[in-house]
């Protein structure tokens, strides 16, 4: 018989979930996790790791198609959706089946069910888990940590239907890429999405009802992407809303306000992509402390919900609703759970985003705005990729790297990119930030050559006169 009673136990196994048990495991912690469906969570099974695999896809096709741009051929360039969506599906079994060897490795239990809280009894944490056949299992922990993420918000008439509209998880799983589509929201997975669709050929029109797409970015980014989106085709409407949507046979119109106008497009298929809802329910937080605020479980910034030896983590709780950072918070969870000394609680502003998109963009930190809104006075740099060398020779001279500083201290305020392998570059600021670089650091490190990260360097020498290429 399994033993039922553990030192903590993990509600959920996202990236937040399954590493805060990692980390439980390493500290000598008994612990379990609860998990409903697939180890890993959305992330590795229907977000992060299979979106970056179709994304792949795309950017490999649009390369064939470019082909003779880096003086090679390819005749007949073509592509199966059904077999680009099965290596898709391949990726996330591994992955599922790495965290599988992780919980193993790391002897930790799994128990497969929806966990609840369920009272206390003796001190303990009573945790009920009931699995698919309806069969209740009772545990027991010193602490308890909801790790149970999100889900896509459903706007009210508009909802998914797995067929004409979807959300990310239909639009993981297309039986053919779509003639037209229209995508509901411009943040990064609409983006994503609005990006691979295109690859492929949809003629996709994107409609954000802010006044710019990828919002959350620099306003100097959100306006490159936005060229950078329309020079591919796409058809972007800002300022705008989706007021409804009519359901035919295998079309979807949909009716657009935007500037005191309507109007109306038909379309083969919907991306609903609208922002998230939090899983809060069925866990057994009536008559407890925690509090929910708008779908999101409120914490301290150890983690801690207000019920005793109840912490919350990831997507559950408040944004940015990013993987890595829910990892993070697990950690943080944990160690202040096991009275680790010398903790630093998450800084969001230290916390790097990233957009898959073609091109791709990634920030750190404080826009320009946000900075002048805090009272900063800025220094602000900015390099293009037209004058690195590798990002010609690679073919892609379309992009920027901005940077922002404190005027007065030379601390690295906030840096944003847009670009050929962003994602990859921005971790570099993120150190920076975190060990509160100022520009003497950043000038003085040097750079291999040739590569993209020299943007990195210019940037900064930019924001102070010094910029060399250009």
């Not at 790790?147 to 799983?173: H, I, N």
């Not at 796409?234 to 500037?259: H, N, R």
């Not at 005027?407 to 392998?421: Q, R, S, V």
Request: charged share 25%; net charge positive; with cysteine.
């Amino acid at each position: 018989m399994a033993d039922t009673s553990f030192d903590l136990i993990v509600i959920g196994t996202g990236p937040g979930g399954y590493v805060a048990a990692i980390r439980a495991s390493q500290l000598g912690m008994k612990t379990a996790v609860v998990e409903r469906d697939h180890l890993g969570g959305i992330c590795l099974n229907w977000g992060c790791i299979p979106t970056k695999a179709l994304l792949r896809s795309a950017e490999v096709f649009h390369l064939m198609k470019h082909a003779d741009a880096y003086g090679l051929s390819a005749k007949e360039v073509g592509f199966d959706a059904k077999k680009v969506v099965e290596r898709s599906r391949k990726v996330a079994g591994q992955l599922n089946a790495g965290v599988k060897h992780l919980m193993r490795k790391n002897k930790i239990t799994v128990f497969d069910g929806a966990g609840r809280l369920d009272g206390v009894a003796g001190g303990l944490r009573k945790v009920a888990v009931t699995d698919k056949d309806k069969k209740t299992t009772a545990l027991t922990a010193k602490n308890v940590i909801l790790a149970t993420g999100a889900r896509a918000r459903q706007l009210p008439g508009m909802e998914s239907d797995g067929k004409l509209v979807w959300t990310y998880k239909e639009a993981m799983v297309p039986p053919q890429v779509p003639k037209s589509l229209l995508v509901i929201g411009s943040g990064a997975i609409g983006i994503e999405f609005a990006s691979f669709f295109r690859t492929f050929g949809s003629e996709v029109t994107v409609v954000e009802v802010l006044d710019r797409v990828l919002p959350v970015e620099d306003e100097e980014i959100s306006a490159f992407a936005r060229k950078a989106f329309e020079k591919q085709g796409m058809k972007i409407l800002t300022g705008a809303a989706v007021k409804s949507l009519k359901k035919a046979a295998d079309s979807v119109t949909a009716t657009i306000e935007s500037g005191g106008k309507t109007q109306e497009l038909t379309v083969e298929r919907v991306i609903s992509a609208v922002g998230i809802v939090g899983n809060v329910e069925h866990l057994g937080l009536e008559g407890t402390k925690v509090k929910v605020d708008r779908t999101h479980v409120v914490i301290d910034q150890w983690g801690f919900t207000g019920e005793p030896n109840v912490y919350a983590i990831g997507d559950l709780c408040g944004p940015p609703w990013l993987a890595h950072k829910a990892s993070h918070e697990g950690v943080i969870a944990v160690e202040r759970i096991a009275g680790l000394k010398g903790l630093h609680p998450l800084d969001v502003t230290k916390v790097p985003g990233c957009t898959y998109c073609q091109p791709q963009v990634a920030s750190v930190g404080f826009t320009e705005k946000a900075a002048k809104d805090k009272g900063y006075q800025v220094k602000v740099g900015r390099f293009p990729f037209i004058g690195n060398g590798k990002a010609i020779a690679l073919g892609e001279a379309d992009g920027m790297v901005k940077t922002v500083f404190d005027a007065k201290t030379g601390e690295l305020l906030g840096a944003h990119m847009i670009g050929a392998e962003v994602t990859e570059l921005i971790q570099g600021y993120t150190i920076a930030r975190t060990a509160e670089s100022t520009e003497a650091e950043l000038m003085h490190t040097v750079f291999p050559h040739p590569t993209l990260s020299e943007m990195m360097h210019e940037a900064v020498l930019a924001a102070y006169g010094r910029v060399i290429h250009i």
